[in-house]
């Protein structure tokens, strides 16, 4: 599976390129720039590997269909910066296996020496309610593939 | 209560049920008893359309499909898309500024179809029939049915008299224009002049217009272009953060002009001789109306970076999904709130609440979406007080950046969603590049991977 991934990520920027020739040979028409030159020139070494997560490895508890309606959504919008299930990708807080350790993390951010994090602003948005339904969450995951 | 396969097949009868009761059959079947209930339909997956493969129309397919199977649902999703991969708008300042290549913002939909089961379609969606529950694709004949059909197809800009964007590219959607801005950039003349023109809000971001002028004033100066930077700006004055972009645009030397409607371009020659913008200043009272314009102005430039007023995408438009220029949605489902088009949904830019059209709304979005169609699937009802969240980070230079985290909460008064809460970095910083990464990074893998 692993091994998989990493073809994946290999095949994710052949189409890049193909695509960047082509543009190149239609902007030759508008008379502006070969594009290919562009990024030689740029060696910012950022990349965002995608494929990183490994499904297979990912458990939820069947018994998370049974919490309450809200618990699985809410928790799902804190995957946009803590990756999927709470699987963070490039060295970022986990949250998956998480219970009382969240409702701490939350109480402690609505704290005005956090204000220049970002998780101040998320500290103060969310309920003590839905703090809770994430509670009930996050402990119904598991993961065992590597990090 | 565990999900059995007899009560899943139970809520499957119950759904095609309510479905075909719809219909004029529907409700002699109805009348005739279940018996007459069409029983094969138990059985069929469920048929999601997804047309638009951005960050709303990437995490609707996967979550689609990772929770539906979680549900001991069946759900047959595909995503059609024109492009083989998505050029993330998200961090694409930094392309602009030559600090990271325009490649690694290419997110491919591989992941989608090889580890989470979605089918791909790289294809256009040119009508839809709501009544038959039917998409067309690009070559006006092919048909693809659907049970739910999501639509995530970005934004289109209202036009300007002479605009060619091949040669004043908006650089705000899509790799082609990303590039030829980025290029016009770098091939910028010593002593040239750039102006940008901020749209009328509600506008697409991160990165904001704001942060595109400061970044590229930054940029020039770094090169050493002894630049001229306009910003011609349709607001009154900056909408956000007033105070940092005017410090500074006051740092770099940028001119800032509020209240400003282009007339028209004069997109210039192949060469890309020739360019210039023609607006005038409106006149407003207290209350933002116009009471008055001035004389026309023109200014001639070596790059404009036009970045056009905004409206939802031309296919909401198409199949009159819009009132006005955005799709009016119900924010607990996103379905359409326009009779006649029930089973359709607009997700990120081209709907039409007061959430910020990010790409990170968008990805919150569709997780509020599928989970609300899949507990109707379910035959439960939709989660009744959803939050949308939003924590974006963009350069404001070549080395700090700035943040904003938003939360909107649906206020079941209004039945609208609502902003609760609303808050900036206190300061733009270096501190703030590696974060930005790491959460530009995983709203990546979250959305595409």
């Known amino acids: 599976m692993k091994l998989m991934h990493k073809n994946n990520h290999r095949k994710w920027y052949r189409p890049a390129g193909m695509a960047m020739i082509s543009l190149a040979g239609s902007l030759l028409l508008t008379g502006c720039f070969d594009s290919s030159s562009q990024d030689n020139e740029i060696n910012s070494g950022i990349y965002f590997d995608i494929s990183t997560v490994d499904y297979s490895a990912v458990t939820v508890d069947a018994s998370a269909a049974d919490l309450a309606p809200g618990a699985r959504l809410l928790a799902s919008q804190c995957a946009e910066c803590h990756g999927t299930y709470g699987v963070a990708v490039r060295d970022w807080p986990d949250l998956w296996g998480s219970g009382r350790q969240i409702s701490n993390w939350m109480k402690l951010y609505q704290d005005l020496n956090y204000e220049d994090n970002m998780m101040h602003v998320h500290a103060l948005g969310y309920t003590e309610d839905e703090v809770n339904l994430l509670k009930t969450y996050y402990p119904k995951i598991e993961y065992s593939g590597a990090q | ?449």
């Open chain 2, 1 to 449: 209560m565990r999900k059995s396969t007899i009560d899943l097949e139970i809520r499957h009868a119950m759904w095609s049920r309510r479905r075909f009761l719809k219909t004029g059959a529907g409700i002699l079947a109805g009348m005739a008893g279940l018996n007459a209930l069409p029983i094969q339909a138990a059985a069929d997956p469920h048929k999601i359309v997804v047309v638009g493969g951005g960050f709303g129309g990437a995490t609707a397919a996967k979550y689609f499909k990772l929770w539906a199977r979680e549900s001991g649902l069946d759900v047959d999703v595909t995503l059609i898309d024109p492009n083989a991969n998505y050029s993330s708008p998200i961090l694409s300042g930094m392309v602009v500024t030559r600090q990271l290549e325009i490649d690694r913002l290419d997110f491919s939909f591989d992941r989608l179809r090889d580890v989470h089961n979605v089918n791909l379609l790289q294809d256009s969606v040119t009508a839809i029939d709501s009544a038959g529950k039917t998409v067309t694709l690009s070559d006006g004949t092919t048909t693809l049915p659907y049970d739910r059909l999501i639509l995530a197809p970005g934004i289109s800009f209202i036009d300007v008299e002479g605009w060619d964007k091949d040669k004043i590219p908006h650089g705000w959607s899509g790799r082609d224009q990303l590039q030829l801005l980025t290029q016009q950039l770098a091939d910028f003349p010593e002593g040239g002049t750039f102006v940008l023109k901020v749209p009328a809000a509600p506008y697409r971001c991160p990165p904001g217009p704001y942060e595109r002028a400061s970044t590229v004033a930054d940029y020039l100066q770094v090169q050493n272009k002894n630049a001229r930077v306009i910003v011609l700006d349709a607001q009154a004055d900056i909408a956000i953060e007033s105070e940092t972009f005017h410090d500074l645009y006051d740092e770099f030397g940028v001119e800032y002009y509020g209240n400003i409607q282009v007339q028209r371009v004069n997109s210039g020659d192949d060469e890309g001789n020739g360019k210039s913008i023609t607006y005038v200043t409106l006149e407003k009272d207290i209350d933002g109306n116009v009471i008055g314009q001035s004389s026309e102005q023109t200014i001639e430039a070596d790059v404009i970076n036009l970045i056009g007023d905004h409206k939802a995408a031309d296919l909401i438009f198409e199949a009159g999904l819009n009132d006005g220029n955005w799709a009016p949605v119900n924010p607990l489902t996103y379905e359409s709130t326009i009779s006649g088009k029930e089973f359709i949904h607009i997700l990120g830019d081209s709907q039409g609440t007061p959430i910020v059209k990010a790409g990170q709304a968008a990805n919150n979005e569709a997780k509020v979406c599928v989970d609300a169609i899949l507990r109707i699937l379910a035959g439960e009802t939709p989660y009744g007080s959803p939050i949308v969240t939003v924590g974006c980070s963009a350069p404001v230079t070549q080395t700090k950046v700035n943040w904003a985290g938003n939360i909107w909460r649906y206020n079941a008064g209004t039945l609208q969603m609502e902003k609760y809460v609303g808050k900036f970095a206190p300061e733009p910083s270096e501190a703030n590049w590696q974060p930005m990464l790491q959460w530009a990074h995983n709203l990546f893998a979250d959305s595409f991977g």
